[in-house]
């Protein structure tokens, strides 16, 4: 298993557009394009479930039988779960020695509707806790298997399958070739905005494919702070708390004894006053017109849970000027072991850096910490707002079209964070204007999907032996 420097590779300033594009096409003798078809799983390969228990032991104990919950209730949960397991199976695939900025979980419900500081709805990758520069056909790999799972849930047939992954890979290349012919400014101010999305859903949708875009666009605007205040709050006694709704949403009155408490909740304040030091100061100004309210555990997502996270209510003006803040652990990537370690000391550094060198547009208030637990270890946060206009795709309801076009705008849309980071000139020269590079991730994408089934199955399995603990819980709305 060969571990990649960690390092950004960065496009020499010396080197012409003609000698990168140059490099790209090289790689190609080394490692041809169709080779990263290939995906079987060496006599070596480690323990899927060993995997998931080392994740374990460094989780709040209480909640990572929810997370087995999660993950056992269907292939795709599961591969949500396990991108630790596929970036070690990655590891071992073809690599054409070129880098770029990884999200590192680019499976296709961490591309969704984000806000913009401009309150301009864009679409764009939502999730960067595994980010780390690494080879950029991880990224293509993770999100094309993610459709196969995902078509394979909807029923669809074989062709259909292979026509969505085909179109997303197609979408990354082109764009790809798009930007290595633009500017660096061009590609750093590149967005994909509702107006955009509005118009691949007349040029590919149906009536009623453009309808649920509509809804979902209109209903991604209204999920906010103030949404968050109205769902998630209730007076007792005169004061605002967050409602508990254990074990996801627990309050920290239900987690401490009165003393304990109140010396967290210094804590807490002592860690929104500090993380302020990550923001830029006019976003620091705004962030000190708030005061901390009240503080509850949250669970989130699949692969996340288990993890330490708190969600803040803060009020500035007054009672009805709400900002939900969402403080959330940063471990070290499920990537390291195999790109290495990162350049940032601060795990939540690493993330928000990630998320900054991706995004088209980040969260005003996303930021980072290191604190001391209640249990005398320090740990790493990132935080960001809890809901900043969101959407997230439902691949349950989608048809094969649907699900095609989705995939298309998430291939242009991972294409042009690569871009920011890697030299796009040598990765468009590398694909190259044929479809030999769309054709094998097709085949990874199935193979993946097999492998990925044998792990769930693996899991269920271990929960019925008693191996492993699993506890039922409501659908997450991650």
């Not at 990572?64 to 292939?75: D, H, Q, T």
């Not at 320090?378 to 989705?406: C, N, S, T």
Request: aromatic share 8%; net charge neutral.
């Amino acid at each position: 298993m060969t571990k990649h420097p960690a390092a950004m590779v960065r496009p020499q300033p010396e080197a012409t557009p003609a000698e990168r594009a140059a490099r790209g096409r090289a790689a190609r003798r080394d490692v041809p394009r169709s080779s990263h078809a290939e995906f079987a799983p060496s006599a070596s390969r480690p323990d899927p479930l060993a995997i998931l228990e080392g994740q374990s032991e460094t989780r709040v104990p209480e909640l990572v039988p929810l997370r087995y919950g999660r993950m056992i209730e269907s292939p795709f949960r599961f591969y949500r779960g396990a991108a630790a397991i596929m970036a070690a199976d990655l590891a071992t695939t073809p690599d054409s020695g070129i880098r770029a900025q990884l999200c590192g979980d680019a499976h296709l419900l961490n591309f969704r509707l984000l806000a913009s500081p401009e309150r301009r709805l864009l679409f764009d990758i939502n999730d960067f806790d595994e980010t780390l520069p690494g080879p950029w056909e991880w990224d293509v790999k993770r999100l094309a298997a993610s459709l196969v799972i995902a078509g394979r849930a909807n029923g669809f047939a074989d062709a259909e399958r292979a026509d969505i992954v085909r179109a997303t890979v197609r979408s990354y290349r082109e764009s790809m070739t798009r930007f290595a012919g633009m500017g660096h400014l061009a590609v750093w101010y590149t967005k994909i905005d509702a107006d955009r999305l509005q118009e691949v859903a007349a040029e590919q949708l149906a009536k009623r494919g453009r309808k649920g875009l509509a809804r979902a666009l209109a209903k991604a605007r209204t999920r906010d702070s103030l949404q968050a205040f109205d769902k998630l709050t209730e007076v007792v006694d005169g004061q605002t708390r967050i409602v508990a709704d254990p074990p996801l949403l627990v309050s920290l009155d239900d987690l401490l004894p009165d003393i304990e408490r109140s010396a967290l909740e210094e804590e807490f304040r002592r860690l929104i006053e500090s993380y302020g030091r990550s923001l830029t100061s006019d976003r620091r100004s705004l962030l000190a017109g708030f005061r901390l309210v009240d503080v509850a555990r949250k669970v989130v997502g699949v692969g996340s849970v288990g993890t330490r996270c708190w969600i803040f209510l803060l009020s500035g003006r007054d009672g009805d000027d709400p900002l939900f803040l969402q403080a959330k652990e940063a471990d070290t990537s499920a990537l390291a072991p195999y790109v290495g370690a990162s350049e940032y000391e601060n795990q939540g550094e690493r993330v928000v850096a990630g998320q900054r060198l991706m995004q088209a547009a980040s969260d005003i208030f996303l930021g980072w910490q290191r604190v001391d637990g209640i249990d005398g270890r320090r740990r790493d946060f990132y935080i960001r707002q809890l809901r900043d206009w969101k959407g997230i795709a439902q691949p349950e309801l989608m048809v094969p079209r649907g699900m095609r076009a989705f995939g298309e705008v998430c291939g242009t849309t991972l294409a042009r964070a690569h871009a920011r980071s890697g030299d796009r000139i040598a990765i468009a020269g590398y694909l190259g204007r044929g479809d030999v590079f769309d054709r094998a991730l097709t085949t990874f994408a199935e193979c993946y999907a097999d492998q990925n089934e044998r792990d769930h199955q693996a899991l269920v399995k271990a929960v019925k032996d008693g191996r492993v603990t699993a506890a039922q819980t409501e659908p997450d709305s991650s």
